[in-house]
């Protein structure tokens, strides 16, 4: 067979190289993903789902009820008035900017996206025969209009924004923001905004850029609110028109997200809520200790506003990850999320608090 070249070209997740690399005795703080377990009363409407045989194909777009239910999720959070019709549920937030990307890069069209930034969003342009551009962040790994407003060409297509960030747990603040989207706007450019992290600040607040533009691709998921990961249910809203573009790949490449997991994500979205705030307040209490103890080592980092990921500067990131590897600790090498990244590891915080404990201990011998 022969294989695509920009396929071929494309590396293999870091990520999960170091996830799936896990020995049994290791602490594993590679992967972000809650150590929860997915809420009772999710689970038991899952199963009753099940029971009642509703386990055949659903709309292309989702469920209605669970469309209602994330219209209404983004009139109380996020200030944000997407009626159903705007509104795709996606077989994850993966999916989602998969269908973002996909509908509207072209061959040798750019997409902006942090740098460093989660790994995904330069794949997925190159998946589609894009170029990803990355942009530097600032001193406190945030992305600013004027990085942004340099790097636009002529083949610039779209922008990719991620608050909380991913590997870095920085905090856009809504100047930044606004600012970012009024580039888009003046450069007639698509805003791909992640916000699957959005329920996890400890300081500053989490703003959508699509109160400030309507060229916005608004992605999220219930999968680290609500410890739901595998259960792969995301969603986007858009406009119209360009929920009818992506409808159409979703169509051929996806046809709907599962329908046990749509009944699932209605009554995360639409029970008690108290599940997120204890996995906030377990993993604010994480990520003080991490902080802390990285203090002492004499580490260099910025303190994370959000997500559950801390991005230290060690130097030689691949080098160091390799290290604490070796000494029981799997943590990512920084270049996983771009150049920028390789003198940083990121480490996740969504471990028990007895693991932690454990790697702190293992950390200190090599940082």
């Known amino acids: 067979m022969r294989f695509a070249s920009h396929i071929r070209e494309m590396e293999v997740s870091g990520i999960r190289k170091c996830f799936e690399g896990a020995g ?44 209602e239910a994330i219209s209404q999720k983004f009139r109380k ?26 509908s509207l890069v072209e061959e040798g ?13 330069a794949a997925l342009t190159r998946s589609v025969g894009g170029k990803a551009v990355g942009v530097p962040l600032s001193g406190d790994l945030t992305l600013t209009p004027e990085a942004v407003q340099e790097r636009v060409t002529s083949r610039t297509k779209a922008i990719i924004v991620n608050s909380p960030g991913n590997p870095t747990g920085a905090v856009q603040s809504k100047e930044e923001l606004q600012g970012v989207a009024q580039v888009a706007d003046d450069c007639d450019l698509a805003l791909i905004s992640d916000e699957v992290y959005e329920h996890f ?40 028109e360009a929920v009818e573009e992506m409808l159409k790949i979703h169509q051929y490449s996806q046809a709907c997200a599962s329908s046990i997991s749509q009944v699932a994500a209605h009554a995360a979205l639409a029970g008690p809520q108290d599940c997120v705030s204890t996995m906030k307040e377990a993993f604010r209490r994480r990520r ?21 990921y801390l991005f230290p500067r060690v130097g ?52």
């Open 109 to 121: 069209d750019e997409v902006l996206v942090p740098d460093p930034g989660f790994l995904s969003y």
């Open 77 to 102: 959070d996020n200030g944000l008035d997407y009626s159903p019709s705007q509104i795709m549920v996606t077989s994850g937030a993966s999916e989602a900017l998969f269908l973002a990307v996909a």
């Open 288 to 308: 003080d200790l991490l902080v802390k103890s990285l203090e002492e080592m004499g580490v260099d980092f910025v303190v994370p506003q959000g997500a559950f």
């Open 24 to 67: 049994p005795t290791c602490v594993n703080l590679s992967i972000g993903q809650p150590d929860f377990d997915t809420p009772m009363h999710v689970k038991e409407a899952a199963i009753k789902a099940i029971r009642d045989g509703f386990t055949g194909y659903t709309p292309n777009l989702g469920v209605p009820d669970l469309r």
């Open 201 to 240: 600040i400890y300081q500053g607040e989490h703003v959508s850029p699509a109160r400030f533009s309507d060229n916005v691709i608004t992605i999220n998921a219930v999968s680290k609110t609500y410890a739901m990961t595998g259960w792969r249910l995301g969603y986007l809203a858009a406009s119209e």
């Open 316 to 367: 030689d990131g691949d080098g160091t990850a390799a290290s604490l590897l070796q000494n029981g600790v799997i943590t990512v090498p920084g270049s996983a999320f771009g150049p920028r990244g390789k003198e940083h590891i990121r480490i996740s915080y969504a471990a028990s608090d007895e693991s932690i404990l454990t790697a702190i201990e293992r950390m200190r011998e090599i940082l």
